[in-house]
């Protein structure tokens, strides 16, 4: 049973995700801004968003947020093919699904396997699918697992892979996902909590990844649509500002400075700083 610090804490972690990203997308691709220079919640960008518009990132995250509230097992396939289903309908309307998201979607079978097996095509032929467009679903995972670490491992791969199935794509869902558990939990953010749940092979790399994020800064991650600047661009953005009342609002403001994919590198600090 959750104390009520922790259920403050989880309730927070989607206004959180949802805020960093409508705070990003007025930003994105923007370029880096000085440290001084004010933002807000302006909307427009590339895709002409409304003032306070969340992105793809959260409106995908919202299905599955749906099926935890039902206490609906977000491993079952069936559970997948319905959130699936609801990402194709979204996305005939979205102004913006992703590229990677809007690959695997283009098909008229919209179904769970349909759609891994798509990601898989549509990887083979670009060679790369570890875009961050799978990291802000597992705000949602994570606050359905609270009581089972491995579960949350296993289920934030399995939605991952939906629409991204690089290594680097699942370990990045399953380090954030892990740490948005932490948060929830412990009132801590700690990155590397989930290490010990990657594959063994992987689990040095994401330990120098983090800890370059440690002494860099979130514009210092130019390449941040790829899942692996934005983990370590928001985490950039969190370790830069001083952990007091005021770090959420600082914080995501750091990561809309810091230029390039700022939705997802807002959004991911936001959930983390909310809890």
């Known amino acids: 049973m959750l104390t009520p610090a922790q259920h403050d804490r989880s309730a927070a972690v989607l206004l959180g995700l949802a805020c960093g990203d409508a705070l990003g997308a007025g930003y994105e691709f923007a370029g880096p801004l000085p440290a001084r220079t004010p933002v807000s919640m302006r909307g427009g960008g590339g895709f002409h968003w409304a003032s306070g518009e969340w992105t793809d990132h959260t409106a995908m995250a919202v299905p ?15 559970v ?11 996305s005939r309307s ?34 790369r ?17 609270l009581d089972d670490p491995a579960a949350l491992a296993d289920v934030a791969r399995r939605i991952s892979e939906l629409t991204h199935v690089e290594a680097d794509a699942g370990d990045a869902c399953v380090l954030f996902g892990l740490a948005l558990r932490h ?15 990657l594959p063994a092979a992987r689990r040095d790399v994401w330990a120098a990844r983090l800890a370059e994020a440690a002494h860099k800064w979130p514009a210092e991650f130019p390449r941040n649509g790829w899942v692996v600047q934005t983990l370590q661009a928001a985490s950039s953005a969190i370790g830069h500002t001083e952990a007091d009342a005021g770090q959420l609002r600082r914080g995501v403001e750091a990561a809309a400075r810091g230029g390039g994919d700022t939705d997802a590198v807002a959004g991911a600090a936001g959930a983390l700083l909310a809890a």
Request: net charge negative; with cysteine.
């Open 129 to 145: 699918s570890a875009g961050n467009g799978s990291l802000l679903r597992t705000v949602p995972v994570a606050l359905a697992c």
């Open 183 to 197: 948060a929830v939990l412990e009132g801590e953010i700690d990155l590397r909590i989930g290490l010990e749940l």
């Open 80 to 90: 997948l093919d319905e959130i699936v289903a609801e990402w194709a309908g979204w």
């Open 94 to 127: 979205a102004p913006y699904a992703g590229i990677q998201l809007g690959a695997v979607l283009s098909g008229t079978d919209p179904t769970a396997a349909a759609s891994r097996r798509m990601a898989r095509e549509q990887h083979d032929r670009t060679g």
């Open 64 to 78: 599955i947020a749906i099926a935890a509230s039902k206490d609906r097992n977000l491993a079952a396939e069936a």
